[in-house]
Nanobody, 122 residues
Framework: QLQASGGGLVQAGGSLRLSCVAS????????MAWFRQTPRKEREFVAT????????AYADSVKGRFTISRDNDVNTVYLRMNSLKPEDTGVYYC?????????????????WGQGTLVTVSS
């Protein structure tokens, strides 16, 4: 089970930190990721991180602005979002995969949190 939180309303240029707490069979979850979705786009990859060794991948659109991290002691993955832009607005979902590596396709993820809304005003 994944529980996401931390969304909200922020002005352009501002920051937010999202959290995703994993419970249950976390030992079988390999990479954890954040995706976002808007009404006009399908679910878009944002960032992913492996539980074991912390390897990371980002979407080009967020590189240099977003940072994904994890705290294995509390089974939590974070997404720190800086320099937010209106186009970052969307519902952000955390997800866990049973695959090795750093998958970026939402269809490669097996477990999903409920989503948290991020709204960036201009």
């Amino acid at each position: 089970q994944l529980q996401a939180s931390g969304g909200g309303l922020v002005q352009a240029g501002g920051s937010l930190r999202l959290s995703c707490v994993a419970s249950g069979r976390t030992d079988s979850m390999l990479p954890m990721a954040w995706f976002r979705q808007t009404p006009r786009k399908e679910r878009e990859f944002v960032a992913t991180i492996t539980w074991s060794d912390g390897r990371i991948a980002y979407a080009d659109s967020v590189k240099g602005r977003f940072t994904i991290s994890r705290d294995n002691d509390v089974n939590t993955v974070y997404l720190r979002m800086n320099s937010l832009k209106p186009e970052d607005t969307g519902v952000y979902y955390c997800a866990a995969s049973l695959l090795l590596g750093l998958p970026t396709d939402y269809q490669q993820y097996d477990y999903w949190g409920q989503g948290t809304l991020v709204t960036v005003s201009s």
